[in-house]
């Protein structure tokens, strides 16, 4: 059984006309949202073998402020390859993670955290920022992952 939970990062700041996407801060509600979903995690017992998240400074810092919360001691895994991803690549991402990582979570971007959430969970509605979706595979390995052994087990809002 494989555990993926995916978090859209937290509220984010206006974008200036001269700052570039990548470096926008999240906002000072995003830093509270990130601490209320990482406290909501924990309360669940949420404690993923790997987090893997976007370089993005908004989604470094909720994954950050995610991993204090619940009491994740290891290193992040940021790959640049979650900023600006499309579905497949995602899911190919995805699909290279070990099999020793039973729960992994990914925080990252819409569209593409949406889409998977479609894809694999059935989600009806848009993932909005900071909230986490659940899904679980019915597999030993992340490379046999699919739509016809996902389950949409919930989604967590603050």
Avoid at 51 to 64: D, G, N
Avoid at 99 to 117: E, F, K, R, W
Avoid at 124 to 134: D, I, R, S
Wanted: aromatic letters at 10%; proline letters at 2%.
């Amino acid at each position: 059984m494989k555990e993926l939970y995916i978090l859209r990062h937290a509220q984010k700041e206006i974008q200036n006309d001269y700052e570039y996407d990548y470096d926008i801060s999240l906002s000072k509600k995003g830093f509270e949202d990130a601490k209320k979903i990482g406290k909501l995690l924990k309360q669940k017992e949420v404690l993923p073998d790997l987090i893997v998240s976007s370089p993005a400074i908004r989604a470094r810092q909720t994954a950050q402020i995610v991993a204090q919360e619940i009491g994740y001691d290891k290193n992040i895994m940021f790959n640049e390859v979650i900023y600006q991803a499309f579905l497949n690549e995602l899911i190919e991402s995805i699909t290279y993670t070990y099999d020793s990582v039973n729960s992994l979570l990914i925080v990252g971007h819409n569209p593409a955290l949406t889409a998977l959430a479609l894809t694999f969970g059935n989600l009806k509605e848009e993932l909005q920022m900071g909230n986490a979706v659940k899904i679980e595979f019915n597999c030993n390995s992340w490379i046999d992952i699919d739509k016809s052994n996902s389950r949409f087990v919930e989604l967590i809002k603050i």
